[in-house]
């Protein structure tokens, strides 16, 4: 079953820090990040550029506080990773037209580019891109004559099913960080998306899937005879690599998830996991 708040009873057994470890939305609804989990979920896309090629990352950001974090967290990531961080531009929060700070970032070096914000943002953004001839690339597919092909590394903030609709054209290659997303899952995360549209007759967001898995979490512990919060919160920290319906895959004795994301690239409509990214 999915039990509302679970998530929150789970992190909540971890103490203070531990209320932002597993998947969840709200700061990313109210633009603070949690951020003992944005390095590490940077960190997996900066990878997977890597892989893919990518040896320099700029960023282009909202310029409040979310945008201020990630663009940190994946300049450590970048440098952490051997790449080169070769900068960033920034936009106000309420801006929808980007000129300027397109001819700044074009003025940069680089062929991996974050771009931290909402997805309704970033319906304006990728055309945006691809007019100033900055052009999502996913490696194999040409580009109009005079542009710049860059891999666009998005955190799970920018993705929802109405961005891919209307701006997926532009976007396609991109790398997108999601803990949870029920039309690309395999595993655990499949068989919990069947039975949550079985039940509920919609289909299961990460607000479910961490929902779930922060009961089972709690739920196995227990069940395991931890009798107090104390014992509760120890069982949780040698959790890592636990059965869940989303990335998180337990945690650490450090406290920190055991994985808390995956990578996702849009190739067509579709979003499909990348290599060794399957539930």
Do not use: N
């Not at 040409?142 to 955190?155: E, F, K, M, S, Y």
């Amino acid at each position: 079953r999915c039990a509302p708040g679970g998530a929150q009873g789970a992190a909540s057994a971890l103490g203070g820090r531990g209320r932002a470890q597993l998947p969840r939305a709200r700061p990313q609804d109210r633009g603070e990040p949690a951020e003992p989990e944005a390095s590490a979920k940077a960190g997996y896309e900066v990878a997977e550029a890597r892989r893919r090629g990518v040896t320099r990352i700029a960023a282009l950001v909202p310029e409040h506080g979310y945008g201020a974090t990630m663009r940190e967290a994946f300049r450590v990531a970048t440098e952490e990773a051997g790449l080169e961080w070769a900068g960033a531009a920034g936009y106000a929060a309420d801006a929808t037209s980007f000129r300027e700070p397109l001819e700044e970032l074009k003025r940069l070096r680089f062929d991996g580019l974050v771009l931290p914000d909402h997805a309704r943002k970033l319906v304006l953004l990728a055309p945006a891109l691809a007019a100033a001839d900055l052009w999502s690339h996913d490696g194999e597919a040409p580009v109009p004559d005079g542009a710049r092909p860059v891999r666009l590394l998005i955190p799970s903030v920018g993705l929802d099913g109405q961005l891919v609709r209307s701006a997926g054209r532009y976007l396609q290659g991109a790398l997108f960080s999601q803990p949870f997303h029920g039309p690309s899952a395999t595993g655990p995360g499949r068989r919990f998306a069947d039975a949550f549209r079985d039940r509920y007759e919609r289909p299961a967001d990460v607000f479910a899937a961490a929902a779930f898995d922060g009961f089972r979490l709690v739920r196995g512990v227990v069940d395991a005879g931890a009798q107090s919060r104390a014992e509760v919160a120890e069982r949780l920290q040698q959790s890592a690599g636990a059965e869940t319906a989303s990335a998180v895959r337990g945690f650490r004795p450090d406290r920190q998830p055991y994985r808390g994301t995956r990578v996702l690239e849009l190739r067509g409509p579709m979003l499909s996991p990348t290599l060794g990214d399957a539930d």
